[in-house]
T-cell receptor, first 116, second 107 residues
Framework: DAGVTQSPTHLIKTRGQQVTLRCSPK?????VSWYQQALGQGPQFIFQ???????QRGNFPDRFSGHQFPNYSSELNVNALLLGDSALYLC???????????????FGPGTRLTVL | AQRVTQPEKLLSVFKGAPVELKCNYS??????LFWYVQYSRQRLQLLLR??SRESIKGFTADLNKGETSFHLKKPFAQEEDSAMYYC?????????FGTGTRLLVSP
């Protein structure tokens, strides 16, 4: 099992463009979370997908949207890119357990997005 | 609002010295706290969680609700402990991370 995989590894875009990042969860996992990690900061939660629905969202504008496919893989889309969107985007997968118990999230290597 | 504070950006110690990485949190509910570690050129991974009360790679962390702290400790640091350490608060379905502390263990 390769664990969580993300593509592409690096990406360079210009302001105003749109970008799509992809994530394949760890085998057996059904939940995908996305995080943004700016330079020198900890990861910040963007949103989480489970059963192809957005289950929870962090404090990010609507320019950030996502999708989960029936095979549990996920995409993160960012429209109208700003310079401040430059960051490492991390995907994490977990197995939903219901209730309030926390399920360990396994992280991918990330996609480095640079907006010029 | 939920917040995690790691006051030290860098902690530099010599091999064999004790280590304490500080973490304070703000959360009105019953917290679930974690330490994540990122070694050089590796992905972020879970080191330990408070609910497990276990020692991983010689590290322990005790939740102190009175002081709202979850400091990470190791009695004798090793060079292979050099990494970036993040404290995180589990809230709902998400993790709230601190800004991280880089631990550098010199020979």
């Amino acid at each position: 099992d390769a664990g969580v995989t993300q593509s592409p590894t690096h990406l360079i875009k210009t302001r105003g463009q749109q970008v799509t990042l992809r994530c394949s969860p760890k085998s057996g996992h059904d939940t995908v979370s996305w995080y943004q990690q700016a330079l020198g900061q900890g990861p910040q939660f963007i949103f989480q997908y489970y059963e192809e629905e957005e289950r929870q969202r962090g404090n990010f504008p609507d320019r950030f949207s996502g999708h989960q496919f029936p095979n549990y893989s996920s995409e993160l889309n960012v429209n109208a890119l700003l310079l401040g969107d430059s960051a490492l985007y991390l995907c994490a997968s977990s197995l939903a357990g219901g209730g309030k118990s926390y399920n360990e999230q396994f992280f991918g290597p990330g996609t480095r997005l640079t907006v010029l | 609002a939920q917040r995690v504070t790691q006051p030290e950006k860098l902690l530099s110690v010599f091999k064999g010295a004790p280590v304490e990485l500080k973490c304070n949190y703000s959360y009105s509910g019953s917290p679930e706290l974690f330490w994540y570690v990122q070694y050089s050129r590796q992905r972020l991974q879970l080191l330990l969680r408070h609910i497990s009360r276990e020692s991983i790679k010689g590290f322990t962390a005790d939740l102190n609700k009175g002081e709202t702290s979850f400091h990470l400790k190791k009695p004798f640091a090793q060079e292979e402990d050099s990494a970036m350490y993040y404290c995180a608060l589990g809230f709902g379905e998400k993790l709230v991370f601190g800004t991280g502390t880089r631990l550098l263990v010199s020979p």
